[in-house]
């Protein structure tokens, strides 16, 4: 008799294995992986190999297996107003100052209190789970109930601290919304799933004083700094009459531009000034749907990338778009950067889904924590199927993330190694809650639609 | 006792009504109407009235109660090429004539037979019907088979009889192509779904004494014509180089133009031909979708509508777009002329979706018979579901469908008063049926990958 014991090798102990039929880490080499399994382990990721390895090395509580599905790392929306959900569509066809001067800001002035916040912000995180976002980069009143939201759906949230000067049912100037802001923030010490960025809201709307004390704060607490810019003509001109130069150079001027400093928008940027945010290191969120709903324009996202600016995608709020939807976000980013240049080979689908994932973990500066399917990373990943009629056949899985897939084929989305999202059904929220947000809040805001 | 039966009315025998929470007849008036019936009986719509009142007037075999959804006229793909599902996304981010040239030519001379184009065309139409699409303008070789697809699954089609000068497996030179045209065409008289426009490919593979022919078979048959123009500026200089003048002159001169002639794609367009297009009463199938993909541009639909040329909304084929979805055609049509003009205003919701469905029927010439909710129009009819938590809350139902939805949130797709895909189902398609056919030709054509 063969001793056979000699050749048995303890397996080790984890908590979860999603096997996948590919797995695509987002990783410099742009590597796809075909029957590939993912070992989480305490909110981690512990391993990434092949299925076959990882049974002989590892024994799960549990195993889900995903014969027709890629696994892709959490999107990240790189910029967004959450507790917008409830005003999709009060004012579209609209250009931005008329939709915010007439219609959204005295909607906000009306109804937005911390309940309000709590209760939006739910409904978006519902949205953007069921649509494979993971974490979302936001600037809006009370963040500390956009917490409480985030908080109970599972979801990770980037929370804007943000800053305005005049007065509302959030706060009475500039130094009261700080001062809201880092009550919230320091609240939020030791929870996994919430951490925070100064958000200055724009330069049209903050003071230079305001600016300045922000920037102290920022370096103070080692925080980034996440503000709208240049997303119209009209707010470039304002400041060249105001201020006697445009935006940006104002902001560099008062030293805010540097490697934490995210703008919102970019759509309008002359040549030396994507070269100002190359050399700052500073990153573009950008927001193509919005922009173009909002009637502001195209962000010059080829010259940014070949200038090595870093450009992650968000979505905005979705009274501009009207969708919190990561993937329609990417496949019009790729589609609009070739269209625009008249480059078919410009922005390729793998640059797109970067600019989705570990672009956006740059910027808010948690590159080290999420981003991309890597061992120590989050757990925050996203089952995507591929094998629905409407999107077959599938030659490449990242040319159909991209080019083919929308949300809808989305089955399955884990944050911090736990299922949150799947197949219809949320881990944490009941369907009625949602009804009754919506039944609560729209009768109070449809007397503000256009 | 009061006598009640003189008050008693003889109720109309239907076949079906569908109640719906909002009906979008598309109409002059852009009207939209709530808690609305549509009637219909033998193939036709018969009536369109308050629901209250339709149970007043009618007794129908089925009623179908819509609570949570809008009920719109069934979109009309006017530009594609349905047989090139099998090729979704073989050539990405590769330029049009590279992708031609290089490999979607070498792969149709390869594999493209009567059966091919038969089971992909039907792969095609399963993904139209779930997306809401209930007529398809088409141009491919062996439109025979086409019809047999479209026949099986029961949807709308227009198709080309498609001409070109170089042989392939369908036929051998110009002529060839004109007969085996003219042979289907014959084949389909009596058949409700299928009608056909001559399609002679484009300017760049067609000789003027082809042209020549085509306008009189189509003067003779009195069919319309559907070609490719001004896709991209490289056709433009070649016409140049061999004409003499732009493409667009060419077939002027030709005597092509006039209220028959669908040109796909009008990308790039000079002041003085948007008035040409005007004068003649032409039309533009946009794809928004494809001319950005392929880096050929951005039509000036902002300045064709303004000049009022008919534009209506294609999807392209699937190698180039990669879905055959008139949901997020009409989003991307919208936003990018909002975007492309600065301006929110321009391209309003209603607009987009009359691109969508009575513009193309007006284009296709089939404006008497479809392209909007009208008593004694054919009964193409798509519901989409607005309750969905991911487009919640719904304040206009017409923004919803262009800016919010997906093709998802289509739940019910009538042709002709038949139900062809309810729910995932299909009524005369399995699921068996459609892996087959990928399982078949997707290895076949994986060589032709890029």
New interface residues.
Partial sequence: MIKTEALQVELIQVEQIIEARWVVPVDPKNSLYEFYAVVMNHQLIVDVLPTLQARMKYQANEVVVLDDHVLIPGLINAHTHAAM??M???A?????MV?LNEHIWPAERAIVTERYVEDASL?AC??ML??GTTCFNDMYFYPQATATAATKAGIRAHLGLTVLEFPTNYAVDADDYLLKGFEAHDSWRGNNLISSMLAPHAPYTISNQTFEKVLTYAEQLGLGIHTHLHET?DEISQSEVTYGVRPIQRLATLGMLGPGFVAAHGVHLLPHEIDMLAEYGSHIAHCP?S????????APIDALLKNHVNVCIGTDGAAS?????MF?EM??AA??S?????????L??YDALKMATINAANAIGLDTKIGSIDIGKQADLVAVKLSD????????PV??LV??C???HVTHTWVAGALRYSNGTYANIE?VE?KEI?QT??PKL?QY?H
């Fill in positions: 959900t409830v999709r569509g009060i579209d066809d609209q250009p931005l939709w409904l519902a949205e069921a649509g003509r749907a922009n173009l709903k909002l009637g502001s324009g195209i778009n009207n969708r919190l939807d329609s496949r019009l589609l609009l070739k269209g625009v240049s008249e480059d078919a080979s410009v390729p689908a009629f409407s999107i077959s056949p599938c030659y490449d040319s159909h080019y083919s929308g949300r809808e369907p949602l919506i809040w729209q449809r639609k």
